[in-house]
């Protein structure tokens, strides 16, 4: 079993950045993709960002490509979410998951099997 814990959320000014870590403990999530969602009052789960088990590869959808940057630290079995230039409209609770690594990355929410319990993000205008 997997449990992963998000930090670093809080509140920030428009225009501001913010470091998210995940931190992953009961087993090494080194072979598992890593992705970053969040959920904004009233909205779906969105899709932020993902990459592989080695680092070597990542995606993100335009929604956020340039503002985001995901990585990864496997000898501490953890995740980062850099995130810069933050919106009100970033406002959300923020989630990582650990989900398969082959073929084409996971980008949804049901190609994910784990999941962490959020930490909120709060961008004031």
């Known amino acids: 079993q997997v449990h992963l814990e998000e930090s670093g959320g809080g509140l920030v000014q428009a225009g501001g950045s913010l470091r998210l870590s995940c931190a992953a403990s009961?087993?090494?999530?080194?072979?598992?993709?890593m992705g970053w969602f969040r959920r904004a009052p009233g909205q779906e789960r969105e899709f932020l960002s993902v990459?592989?088990?080695?680092?070597?590869?990542?995606y993100y959808p335009d929604s956020v490509k340039g503002q985001f940057t995901i990585s990864r630290d496997s000898a501490k079995n953890a995740v980062y979410l850099q995130m810069n230039n933050l919106k009100p409209e970033d406002t959300a609770v923020y989630y990582c998951?650990?989900?398969?690594?082959?073929?084409?990355?996971?980008?949804?929410?049901?190609?994910?099997?784990?999941w962490g319990q959020g930490t909120q993000v709060t961008i004031s205008s």
């Open positions: 998951a650990a989900g398969p690594n082959w073929g084409l990355l996971p980008r949804t929410v049901s190609d994910y099997w784990y």
């Open positions: 009961g087993r090494t999530v080194s072979s598992y993709a």
């Open positions: 990459i592989s088990a080695s680092g070597e590869r990542t």
